[in-house]
């Protein structure tokens, strides 16, 4: 099980305890209007039951929590890529809408940023960012990342075609 602590939350390993907060927390179009179609809603319980199964069966982990000390409050991860593109992984995180504003999803790519290059073999970090979200942007700009480009018209969601913002971070 992995724990990084940053400062009175922490990044953890999923677990099936979980299951009910990331309902709470997930089941929020706020939320999902950020994120890839991939992540569902509604969000309901069978969905998280797969999440956090999917998420411990990982070898070697990439997906975490981000957590209080009561509960899951949002998510982070990493997925690496394969290929050419071997020296990458992309990042993604979400968090409870409760829980914005106040830093820790900031905290959280910062200290995710540094497990990632410590425990995988990447010199490339990115993130990709619809453009309406420039909370997003704010928090990776925060951490180091830095805008290397706009895909125009690549992103559909809603009925929007929208822009898409790639942020990366390089380990230097």
């Known amino acids: 099980m992995m724990v990084i602590s940053i400062g009175q939350w922490r990044i953890r390993s999923w677990d099936v305890g979980d299951v009910e907060a990331i309902v709470k927390y997930a089941n929020n179009r706020n939320v999902w209007i950020n994120l890839r ?3 569902p809603h509604p ?4 969905n998280a039951l797969e999440w956090v199964y999917n998420a411990k069966g990982q070898k ?25 593109y071997s020296r990458s992984a992309e990042i993604g995180y979400w968090l409870g ?27 490339r970090i990115y993130a990709k960012v619809f453009e309406w979200n420039p909370a997003s942007t704010r928090v990776l700009e925060k951490t180091g990342f830095r805008c290397e ?24």
Do not use: C, H
């Open 37 to 39: 179609d991939s992540f």
């Open 43 to 46: 969000y309901t319980i069978t």
């Open 60 to 84: 070697p982990e990439t997906q975490f929590a981000i957590a209080s000390i009561d509960e899951a409050i949002g998510g982070i991860g990493i997925v690496p890529q394969t290929d050419v």
């Open 97 to 123: 809408e409760p829980f914005w504003g106040k830093g820790i999803a900031t905290m959280a790519v910062k200290a995710m940023t540094e497990y990632t290059f410590a425990q995988f073999n990447v010199v």
């Open 149 to 172: 480009g706009r895909l125009r018209k690549s992103v559909t969601k809603i009925g929007q075609t929208i822009d898409e913002l790639v942020y990366a971070i390089i380990k230097w």
